[in-house]
């Protein structure tokens, strides 16, 4: 396992929390992290010999912790900057608090992701040996 390619790839999870706070991704969060998710599985598939899946796996894992770390600990600034968010938190059960809600849905969300970024890790490398073993266009 190299463990290089999953934290470079965490630092964008990092990186789309930091922009969060700011309210910097709304409304494009969700294609950001497509964007992300397509570009990192065709770097890991070009980069990662072995294990491809699992570098994914934990490459999306560290993202998801990664960026609501970032906004759990900044979630005044999150909540002002994100009415829609703060909107849904205040529809929390219980006397869960905002922050320890987005701390707590952080792994999930990035597990979800990082079993998605592991299939699309080897489908991006399926991709790549079909088209490096397809003959040249005449």
Not at 93 to 106: I, Y
């Amino acid at each position: 396992m190299n463990l290089r390619p999953i934290l470079t790839l965490a630092l964008s999870g990092l990186i789309i929390g930091l922009l969060s706070l700011f309210g910097l991704t709304r409304g494009i969060e969700p294609f950001l992290w497509l964007f992300i998710a397509l570009g990192s599985a065709w770097w890991l598939a070009k980069s990662v010999a072995s294990r491809p899946f699992l570098h994914g796996l934990f490459a999306g894992f560290l993202m998801g912790i990664g960026n609501s770390v970032m906004q759990s600990l900044f979630i005044d600034s999150y909540i002002a900057s994100n009415p829609e968010a703060a909107q849904g938190l205040q529809q929390i059960p219980g006397n869960v608090s905002p922050r320890f809600f987005v701390l707590m849905v952080g792994p999930i969300i990035g597990m979800v992701y990082g079993l998605c970024l592991g299939l699309l890790t080897l489908l991006a490398i399926r991709l790549r040996k079909r088209a490096s073993t397809e003959p040249p266009a005449s």
